[in-house]
């Protein structure tokens, strides 16, 4: 059994939950805990079905998010924390890997890889998806953005952890089964877009982060004020990362991608016109207030 505590977030997500759980197995990891947002399937009895532990998150709009404030609330007592989806998988190889690892260990972290699945296939190239979703205890958390309702995501999507010390990685992929349709992931990424665009213009607004950005970050956030920063995703992704040799899905997916990032590129000009034209409606009412103060009667 590895010093682990596995997380997984959830919100109606029974079916997928007792999968994940099923994959995870007995005696794989010290604790399993599942954050629901107050689920209103079966959701808890799965979790007491495979002896995972429940705890109960409402998010108020304000940070922390659920895997924030499950780390200042319920910080597990083993050395590691593994964030886990209900779609995501642990593989035989994935377990093994971690086995291996973990104990020795001299890293604070670890990027971890993932497949992707798009209309109901596997993409063997392309963009690859990787997060930093394990690490020690204590090590660090999610980086903090107080976004204001920005979305009605009670969950970090994008914010990364920031961990203090070296940080490796883990080779062996888990299965990221996210089979939903077009549709579903055209309506989520129109949400996501949002986020990125209010995210973008906060950074611009504070002049300069102290959060530490990730090479990804760093890039995304040089290219996402040009029209082409959809462009340069397609040609990375289909090109040079042969996304081109998953043929019609692979280009479908990069197209889809691109649209993504002209997206959010549009919603930050959208953002800065409304913000121009509130500035010159303000500054229109001070105008006007000023007028009529110095027109009044001096009595």
């Known amino acids: 059994m590895i010093d682990l505590t596995i997380v997984i977030p959830t919100k109606n997500d029974g079916e997928r939950l007792s999968e994940c759980l099923h994959a995870i197995g007995k005696g794989f990891a010290s604790e399993i805990v599942v954050v629901d947002s107050c689920s209103e399937d079966a959701t808890a009895s799965v979790a007491a079905e495979h002896g995972a532990s429940l705890v109960q998150f409402q998010w108020n709009g304000k940070f922390p998010k659920k895997r924030n404030w499950f780390l200042r609330n319920h910080p597990p007592e083993t050395r590691w924390v593994l964030f886990l989806d209900s779609d995501e998988i642990l593989t035989d190889d994935f377990k093994r890997e971690l086995a291996k690892t973990l104990p020795e260990s001299k890293a604070c972290g670890y990027w971890l890889n993932y497949s992707i699945y798009f209309m109901g296939q596997e993409l063997k190239h392309g963009y690859p998806l990787k997060k930093l979703a394990l690490f020690r205890v204590g090590a660090g958390e999610y980086e903090r953005i107080d976004e204001s309702r920005w979305s009605h995501l009670d969950m970090e999507i994008h914010e990364h952890p920031i961990i203090e010390g070296e940080v490796g990685k883990i080779e062996s992929k888990i299965d990221h089964r996210d089979f939903r349709d077009v549709s579903h992931y055209i309506a989520k990424h129109n949400e996501y877009s949002s986020w990125e665009a209010r995210r973008f213009l906060q950074m611009k ?93 001096q009595g």
């Open 205 to 297: 607004s504070l002049g300069e982060t102290t959060i530490p950005l990730t090479l990804k970050q760093k890039i995304k956030y040089r290219l996402i004020e040009s029209p082409f920063a959809g462009i340069a995703y397609f040609f990375g992704a289909y090109f040079l990362m042969g996304g081109f040799l998953d043929g019609k899905r692979g280009l479908a997916f990069a197209l889809l991608k691109m649209g993504y990032f002209t997206q959010v590129y549009c919603k930050i000009q959208e953002l800065r016109a409304e913000t121009r034209e509130s500035t010159k409606t303000e500054m229109a009412h001070s105008l006007l207030a000023d007028a009529a103060v110095a027109h009044e009667p």
